[in-house]
């Protein structure tokens, strides 16, 4: 999401993909369980290479990979740093996907983080499944968590932006192991099914489940979320570790508000609470 033009376009792409019999990622949740086996259809793997020469600069270390989810879909990823704290990034809705995460990836692996970015299923260079699999968002992120804990994680913080944000809180709620924290920059789509048994279904179920530390961040002015939903959201957060930060009008959406606006100008200051929040969890 991000702008409202690239939502319009998810949006279509989201649509041309369900009349197609393969549901994207924002289509109506999956009503089996997320223990169901998927019947995949696996596209070609891309041959590795640097990320940045996919999703452009910067030009830091890093390589583009597959994963594969908790159902064994395959799933288009990417992998930078190294280390025992791990940082899953949960994408957008969007054509931007993991790249759009990129910017503030290499940020993370700078400052010690082992950090990994994927596409959801039926998106980009991801596999799609057929029937109920193709909505099942928990297992991408099941799947990139136990990715990161056989690369080395000891513990590992699910990141979100837009509707990644409110998928990473309905996963935290109900939290694999190794799982320490969640952060959930401009969630919205707080009432959309986004999950099926035994997870909660909604961003707004998840909250009161929630126990692991939270950090929630939205924008005045947001286009996408409003802040008194946002703090209804924290309000409803059973956390006893919870934050709420709320910025200046202009600060943008989602991965936006840590991420530079063109690379080498100056990042937003947020994303060293962010940094700090994760050292702490992860630590």
């Avoid at 590795?48 to 989810?69: E, F, M, N």
């Amino acid at each position: 999401m991000g702008l409202r033009a690239t939502a319009a376009i998810a949006l279509a792409i989201v649509l041309a993909v369900a009349a197609a019999g393969c549901a994207g990622p924002s289509a109506a949740p999956a009503t089996g369980t997320a223990s169901s086996p998927a019947t995949v259809s696996e596209p070609t793997a891309p041959a590795p290479a640097a990320i940045s020469q996919v999703c452009g600069p910067p030009d830091a270390p890093g390589r583009l990979t597959t994963i594969r989810a908790a159902d064994g879909v395959r799933l288009s990823a990417a992998e930078a740093g190294s280390g025992e704290r791990g940082v899953v990034l949960i994408p957008e809705l969007g054509l931007r996907g993991k790249c759009g995460w990129w910017d503030f990836a290499a940020y993370l692996a700078a400052n010690g983080f082992r950090v990994l970015l994927f596409d959801h299923r039926c998106t980009s260079e991801s596999a799609c499944a057929s029937g109920d699999a193709a909505a099942d968002l928990m297992s991408d992120i099941r799947g990139a968590v136990s990715r990161l804990r056989q690369e080395g994680a000891a513990k590992v913080a699910l990141v979100g932006a837009s509707q990644g944000g409110s998928e990473a809180l309905i996963a935290a709620a109900l939290p694999r192991r190794a799982v320490a924290g969640v952060v959930a920059l401009s969630a919205d789509e707080l009432t959309m099914p986004l999950a099926s048994h035994p997870y909660p279904r909604t961003a707004l179920d998840a909250a009161s489940q929630l126990r692991l530390p939270a950090l929630f961040a939205v924008a005045t002015q947001d286009p996408f979320v409003s802040v008194r939903d946002s703090r209804h959201l924290f309000a409803v957060t059973g956390s006893h570790s919870k934050h709420l930060i709320v910025l200046s009008a202009g600060a943008g959406h989602g991965w936006d508000l840590v991420s530079s606006a063109v690379p080498g100008d100056a990042r937003p200051a947020f994303s060293r609470t962010v940094v700090a929040f994760l050292r702490r969890v992860t630590s």
